[in-house]
């Protein structure tokens, strides 16, 4: 909530120093023009900070909700920018079409906008390019390398146009604010970008170990090369670089499966799904690796809870059973159920594992397979609305916590279930391994 309101300041500051300024009103469509652009460029400097990359930010509120915030605050960032020169243009729509369109063309030909203009086709380019990155064919680190220069470009080249031409921004301290927040942007990438890597390159680790621990499962475990290993909450996660060098944007976000007593081992459970992964089962002992993190708030620490419910999809079940495993060391007190759902048994991860949890721990757990050999014997099915009402009968929710960990779909729809059995937002802590 402080960190919302904070934003919301943030993005009205440039709206008050217009206004302290008692300049004369232009007609409304000028004024709502400055007005939307002005909050729209607050907030698009503000998203080199919600880029998922900030501990101190995704720790606190989560990545889901980091990702999610920066994906609609985009959307509105879009509209914002482009209303910008359309409204300059509308007055004369009205009265006489043609006339807005040689305004407009007028506008986009002018030298003195040319660093606006070059902005405004960037920042038209770079959202939609994110949204469906996905159904082009462009390699996940082409994107990541293409969506960070379209963002710095635009937002140097946008700090240009306002200085240059923006109603307002004569007035030193207008300018100066915009300075200031294009710098702390910038400075943003650097700290991630070079900072960072340097940082890692003096706490390298070693590959100690990769075995398969499921149908497209692999285990990786990693250790220290001479320093301490990272310190961390169970069920966190990590940026991993795995054999290139830290200034490469070749990392993938891997939830840690180990728990912190396990260190100076840190263990992450990989799904054959893509390009790197397919080729996770090759990585060898020796491999240098570098770890960016811990990141998230998927974990318990410092939550007071009457029990906890896990539900795991596939992969999904990485971060929750480093949470089980730190639970077991701590011996935990308190009523713990799983529910894990997978599409065929050879999939599900750690059973031996889970099995033994029960003689140390207040533990019931349920397999779900929605494809099941002959010899299945548990329960059927998706993670359907009935299956958790089966699961879950006897909890209220109202004490109890929930972790919810998997593919999308499942993920929506466990998270739909869970609302209808009257479970609040708040009692429901989830992390999704896809964006978008
Ligand atoms: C918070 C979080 C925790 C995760 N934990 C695990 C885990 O414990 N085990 C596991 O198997 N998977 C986990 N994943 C998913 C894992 O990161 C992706 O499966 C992996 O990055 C896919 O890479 P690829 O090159 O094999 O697949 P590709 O086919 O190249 O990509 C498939 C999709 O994965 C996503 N992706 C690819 N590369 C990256 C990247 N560098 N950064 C972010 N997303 C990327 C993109 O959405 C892409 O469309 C996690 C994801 C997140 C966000």
Known sequence: MVLFAGYGVLCLVPLILAALQGQPLRNISRELSSGLVMVGYVMMLLQFVLS???????????????????????????????????????????????????????????????????????????????????????????????????????????????????????????????????????????????????????????????????????????????????????GQFVWLNLGHSPFSLTEHPFSISSAPADRPHVIFTIKESGDFTNRIGSITVGTRAYLDGPHGNFTLAGRKVAGVVFIAGGVGFAPIMGMLRQLKVERYPHPLRLIYGNRIETQILYRQEIEALREVLDFEVHYVVSEPSDEWTGLVGELTPSILDKCLAEIRGDEWLFFVCGPPPMMNSVERALFARGISRNRIVSERFKYN
Not at 136 to 156: N, Q, T, V
């Open 52 to 234: 998922g990359r900030f501990e101190w930010l995704s720790g606190r509120i989560g990545i889901d909700r980091t990702m999610r915030f920066h994906q609609v605050a985009s959307w509105a960032i879009l509209a914002f920018i482009v209303v910008h020169p359309l409204l300059y243009a509308a007055p004369r729509l009205i009265p006489d079409p043609a006339d807005a369109l040689v305004a407009l063309n007028r506008m986009f030909s002018s030298p003195n906008l040319r660093s606006g203009v070059i902005a405004w086709w960037l920042m038209i380019l770079l959202v939609p390019v994110a949204v469906f990155r996905d159904r082009l064919p462009f390699r996940y680190e082409l994107w990541r390398l293409s969506h960070g220069l379209f963002a710095i470009a635009i937002a140097m080249l946008g700090t240009h146009h306002t200085l240059r031409v923006g109603s307002y921004s004569a007035d030193p301290w207008l300018a100066a604010f915009w300075i200031a927040a294009t710098a702390l942007a910038l400075l943003a990438m650097i700290h991630i970008y070079v900072f960072k890597p340097l940082m890692q390159l003096s706490a390298p680790y070693r590959v100690a170990l990769n075995r398969k621990v499921a149908d497209r499962m692999w285990e990786i475990t990693v250790e220290p090369e001479r320093n301490e290993a990272i310190r961390f909450a169970a």
